[in-house]
């Protein structure tokens, strides 16, 4: 009689059950869903601030992405960078040296926003506002300018007023603080994308960040809305990472999208060469699952229109 040792290891071994060869068949049918799936842009443009105070949270990696994954499906997108750091306009490919007209020049000078916007090198429905180092400034020069919070906001309102082509989504990616260049785009955007890392200290200032979206929306901007929640850097291995995003499903049932954003090397690697994930690797795990948010939030446009108004939804998820 066999021992169990030697019958197992008789047994024909299968690829099939491995690990790699499920998650190779799980990215093959998320690529056949996303071939066929249903996208219905509105007509309406709809404008974004993607903010979270909290550093190193994939905010600047989210905005760039979502905007490439919205144009892969037939989207026309405008990023308009507001971090000084200049990051966005870096993954996507577009010029910001110090002597480049930039968001600086629109919020402080009054530059028609017409005047800054460039064409993204990976299509020409991909358009950039670009920032730079001359952003760092902006928020003192702000503190005395008139209207120093609906700047942003006038310009874009102009922009998109004069336009020839549609525009269907605005991203805005903001820096890393709670100060005028945020409240510049809180007041400027009609929803909130706020990506949440899931680990330790996820929620950690979220509170504080929500205490200041309320404010805009009584003070500067009744129309804000928080829609959404995206779920970054995750890695399924870890009981950690399952139970903060569980955490944050529990505060905010109708916010977080079901679509979640993977640890990926392709995701960082991307931007080191002027490109985001969707153009550097499009078959890539973190570009499935960037091209899989944007279709949800497009999806969601008629949903939007139906939900409860802004307040109530910020104050039931905090």
Do not use: W
């Amino acid at each position: 009689m066999k021992q169990p040792d030697e019958a197992a290891a008789e047994a024909p071994f299968s690829f099939d059950d491995t690990p790699l060869a499920r998650e190779i068949a799980d990215l093959s049918a998320r690529r056949r869903v996303l071939e066929s799936a249903d996208v219905q842009l509105t007509g309406r443009t709809r404008v974004l601030t993607v903010s979270n105070q909290k550093g190193g949270v994939g905010k600047t990696t989210t905005a760039v992405n979502i905007a490439a994954a919205m144009v892969s499906v037939g989207a026309r997108v405008l990023v308009i960078d507001l971090d000084p750091q200049g990051n966005a306009s870096t993954a996507l490919g577009v010029p910001h040296t110090a002597d480049i007209p930039s968001v600086y020049d629109v919020l402080i000078d009054e530059f028609p926003l017409a005047d800054i916007v460039q064409v993204s090198p990976e299509s020409p429905n991909l358009l950039c506002a670009p920032s730079t180092i001359h952003l760092a400034g902006a928020e003192i020069e702000l503190v005395s300018q008139v209207a120093r919070e609906h700047r942003l906001r006038t310009a874009l309102d102009e922009y998109l007023a004069t336009l020839e082509e549609h525009i269907d989504f605005v991203l805005i990616d903001c820096p890393p603080s709670l100060g005028l260049l945020t409240i510049n785009a809180f007041t400027a955007a009609g929803e909130l994308l706020i990506p949440i890392q899931c680990e330790y200290y996820a929620l950690e200032g979220l509170s504080q960040l929500l205490g200041t979206v309320r404010m805009i929306q009584k003070h500067l901007n009744p129309r804000l809305t928080l829609s959404t929640i995206l779920l970054t850097m995750y890695d399924g291995r870890t009981r950690l990472a399952q139970q903060v995003a569980e955490e944050v499903r529990e505060h905010f049932p109708k916010e977080v999208l079901q679509s979640v954003i993977p640890r990926s090397v392709r995701v960082s690697e991307a931007p080191s060469f002027g490109q985001t994930v969707i153009a550097y690797d499009g078959q890539s795990a973190g570009a499935i699952a960037y091209r899989e948010a944007a279709v949800e939030i497009i999806n969601r446009d008629s949903e939007l229109a139906a939900a409860p108004n802004a307040e109530s939804k910020i104050e039931g998820g905090a």
